[in-house]
């Protein structure tokens, strides 16, 4: 994983789709064995995740693309009690996907909870490294 952000929402599941789809996430058909990092990511929050009580979840496969700057598949749990989602966890294998993401995802009134984002350093052709 390169990327992870976990969200509070508080909004109905229409309401969340309708905000991924917006900042360019669409739906995409992903296997069942690619759910399986985000119950390892799950585990590793666990803490984060326990302190709203029990929640049924639902996962969804997104495709991001933002061309050219950026593409990516991104794997999403929602977490859900009384019909309505309370969390989503985010998890993405490209660099700064999770980042761009969640800036808009944030302008949007969503609550950022925790986010970790390897980034790519650029290195200066002016200064040599010694």
Do not use: C
């Given at each position: 994983?390169?990327?992870v952000?976990?969200?509070?929402?508080?909004?109905?599941?229409?309401?969340?789709?309708?905000?991924?789809?917006?900042?360019?996430?669409?739906q995409?058909?992903?296997?069942?064995?690619?759910?399986?990092?985000?119950?390892?990511?799950?585990?590793?929050?666990?803490?984060?995740?326990?302190?709203?009580?029990?929640?049924?979840?639902?996962?969804?496969?997104?495709?991001?693309n933002?061309?050219?700057t950026?593409?990516?598949i991104?794997?999403?749990?929602?977490?859900?009690?009384?019909?309505?989602?309370?969390?989503?966890?985010?998890?993405?294998?490209?660099r700064?996907?999770?980042?761009?993401?969640?800036?808009?995802?944030?302008?949007?009134?969503?609550?950022?909870?925790?986010?970790?984002?390897?980034?790519?350093?650029?290195?200066?052709t002016r200064?040599?490294?010694?």
């Open positions: 994983m390169q990327g952000a976990l969200f509070e929402v508080h909004g109905d599941k229409r309401m969340v789709y309708f905000d991924l789809s917006v900042i360019g996430l669409s995409v058909n992903v296997e069942e064995s690619q759910f399986e990092v985000l119950n390892e990511i799950e585990n590793e929050l666990h803490d984060l995740i326990g302190r709203y009580g029990p929640m049924l979840t639902n996962d969804i496969g997104l495709e991001y933002d061309w050219p950026s593409r990516g991104v794997l999403a749990r929602l977490y859900m009690k009384d019909s309505e989602v309370k969390l989503v966890l985010l998890a993405s294998y490209e700064s996907l999770i980042s761009r993401i969640s800036s808009k995802l944030s302008k949007l009134g969503w609550k950022p909870i925790f986010i970790f984002d390897i980034r790519k350093i650029m290195k200066s200064f040599p490294q010694r």
